[in-house]
C-alpha cells in the first residue's frame, strides 16, 4: 500500500493564513458599507459650516491622537496611546497608555485587525469615565481610504467608536497607480503657488487623499486621508491647524509619548 506523507508545515500554515486573511477582507468589507465620507459631526468650528437646525451648535475643541509603538528587543510588546489635545493651545490635556503583548501579527492591509482594538479600548475606557475631554474628532497614526483595500486603520477604527477620523501617513501606499517620485514631482512644480498640497488622483480618477507639506521648507509631505465622518475639505482644514511641526501634533504628541512610556515601562521590567 502507498504511504502517503503529510503535508509540510509550510503547507499548512500558508492555508491558515490564507483562511485568515479572508475572514479578515470579509470583516473589512462588511464594516465598509457603514463608511460615512463626509461632514458628519454635531461641532463646528472655522473650518465647517454652521449646523443644521437638528443638529447641536458645539464648538470643536478636542482633538485625539492615537498611535502603538513597538519594542525594539521585544518586538510582540507594543504601547498604546490615546492623547487629547485642544485645539485652541494644542496643550495635552489628557492622556492614557497601555502596554500589552500582541498575539495578531503584523499582514500588510490589515494592521486594523492587530492595532484597532488595543487604541478602542483605551477609548471605551475614557468614555466610560464620562470624562469631559473624550475627543470630538480623533487623528490615528495611519491611513484612511488611501489604503490597498480603501479601508485603513482610520476607518476601521473610526468606525467601531464611531468618531469622525483622519488618516495620517507618513508613507504613501503606492494604489492605484500612486507613486511617492511621482508625488514629489507634483509638489515641487507647485513650491511658487498658495496651496500647500496636492491631490492624490489615481489613474481610475478616484482622489485617495492629498500629500500636504505642513510645514514651510518641508522637504517630505504627510499623507491625509479620510477615516470616517468627514470630508477630506475639512481633514485638511483641521489638519492645518493642528500643525506646529511637519506631524499634527495630535499624532506628534501620542508618537513621542508612547515611545517614552514604553521605554520606562521596559526598563521597569527587564532591569
Known amino acids: 500500500m502507498e504511504s502517503i506523507s503529510p503535508a509540510p508545515a509550510e503547507s499548512s500554515s500558508s492555508s491558515a493564513s490564507s483562511t485568515q486573511d479572508k475572514i479578515w477582507m470579509e470583516a473589512q468589507d462588511e464594516l465598509k458599507q457603514k463608511l460615512i465620507a463626509q461632514d458628519d459631526f454635531p461641532w463646528r468650528s472655522a473650518t465647517t459650516a454652521p449646523p443644521t437646525s437638528d443638529q447641536e451648535e458645539k464648538a470643536l475643541k478636542y482633538v485625539g491622537g492615537v498611535d502603538i509603538s513597538y519594542s525594539k528587543e521585544h518586538p510582540s510588546m507594543a504601547c498604546g496611546t490615546l492623547v487629547v489635545l485642544d485645539i485652541h493651545s494644542l496643550q495635552v490635556v489628557y492622556e492614557d497608555y497601555s502596554v500589552l503583548t500582541l498575539s495578531v501579527p503584523y499582514v500588510p492591509g490589515f494592521l486594523a485587525f492587530r492595532e484597532a482594538p488595543v487604541l478602542l479600548e483605551l477609548l471605551e475606557k475614557m468614555k466610560a469615565g464620562a470624562n469631559l475631554f473624550y475627543p470630538q474628532l480623533l487623528m490615528v497614526d495611519g491611513n484612511g481610504i488611501l489604503h490597498p483595500r480603501g479601508f485603513g486603520l482610520a476607518c476601521h477604527l473610526g468606525i467601531l467608536a464611531n468618531l469622525p477620523t483622519i488618516g495620517i501617513g507618513k508613507n504613501l501606499h503606492h494604489v492605484d497607480g500612486l507613486t511617492l517620485s511621482g ?29 500636504m507639506r505642513s510645514t514651510d521648507g518641508s522637504v517630505k509631505p504627510i499623507f491625509i486621508s479620510i477615516g470616517h465622518r468627514i470630508s477630506l475639505d475639512t481633514a485638511i482644514k ?32 527587564f532591569k
Open 183 to 211: 508625488v514629489r514631482q507634483l509638489l515641487k512644480a507647485k513650491e511658487d503657488c498658495a496651496e500647500d498640497f496636492i491631490n492624490l488622483t489615481g489613474r481610475s480618477g478616484r482622489i485617495w487623499g492629498v500629500a
Open 238 to 269: 483641521i489638519v492645518k491647524l493642528t500643525c506646529k511641526y511637519r506631524v499634527p501634533e495630535p499624532i506628534r504628541q501620542a508618537d513621542i509619548r508612547s515611545r517614552e512610556y514604553l521605554r520606562k515601562h521596559q526598563a521597569m521590567i
